[in-house]
């Protein structure tokens, strides 16, 4: 059963543009991470987010948590092609184990 | 510190034969994971290991046995590969707040 859904699926737009990626489920969390994964390599964290309606930004990328800790977004502003990756949302519920999202592939063409 | 490593990096087996995934980590965390990631299902959890001597089933943990050697080493066997497992293992270890992840196994079964 797959508790966590991504979309889009796929993503592909020019150098300069914006985009948002939506991560979904019926369950509640209580943290939910972001995860960017490059060609041949394993996931790598890029945030942390704990708190319903919290909202973290690293440099173009903003990364919210739903008020009700069942979703987040993350918003990439001006994609460059150092943005492309494959990116996994990943949620905890009140262990150690994490249920991962279905996972969006991104594509930025300069 | 290499951080998290796998052994071997690819491997192709034939239906019904057997074989052993290694992973090691030298950042002292107690948890380790392992992962498998086929395309459009994000990572499903094979199996857990909290500690040294303890093992847990994931989503997904049939036909895989694992062992927890140490607190570094731990290890995935599949007794009589089949197709189905064809895919990219990964494993991982849980630091403070993030899993690490390892470089994966491609693993093909024909």
């Known amino acids: 059963t797959q508790l966590l859904e991504q979309s889009p699926q796929f993503l592909s737009i020019q150098e300069g543009e914006n985009l948002t990626v939506y991560c979904n489920s019926s369950?509640?969390?209580?943290?939910l991470q972001w995860y960017r994964q490059e060609p041949g390599e394993g996931p790598v964290l890029l945030v942390t987010v704990v708190t319903g309606g919290e909202v973290k930004k690293l440099k173009r990328l903003t990364f919210q948590f739903g008020d009700a800790r069942k979703d987040s977004s993350l918003h990439i502003t001006a994609a460059q092609p150092g943005d492309t990756g494959l990116y996994l949302c990943?949620?905890?519920?009140?262990?150690?184990?994490?249920?991962f999202g279905t996972g969006t592939r991104l594509q930025v063409f300069p | 510190n290499a951080g998290v490593t796998q052994t071997p990096k690819f491997q192709v087996l034939k239906t019904g034969q057997s074989m052993t995934l290694q992973c090691a980590q030298d950042?002292?965390?107690?948890?380790m994971y392992w992962y498998r990631q086929d395309p459009g299902m994000g990572l499903r959890l094979i199996y857990y290991s909290a500690s040294e001597g303890t093992t847990d089933k994931g989503e997904v943990p049939n036909g895989y046995n694992v062992s927890r050697l140490n607190k570094r080493e731990f290890s995935l066997r599949l007794e009589s590969a089949a197709p189905s497992q064809t895919s990219v293992y990964f494993c991982?270890?849980?630091?403070?707040?993030?899993?690490?992840f390892g470089p994966g196994t491609r693993l093909t079964v024909t």
């Open positions: 369950s509640v969390f209580s943290s």
């Open positions: 950042m002292n965390h107690n948890s």
């Open positions: 991982a270890s849980l630091g403070s707040y993030e899993q690490y």
């Open positions: 990943a949620g905890a519920r009140y262990t150690d184990k994490l249920i």
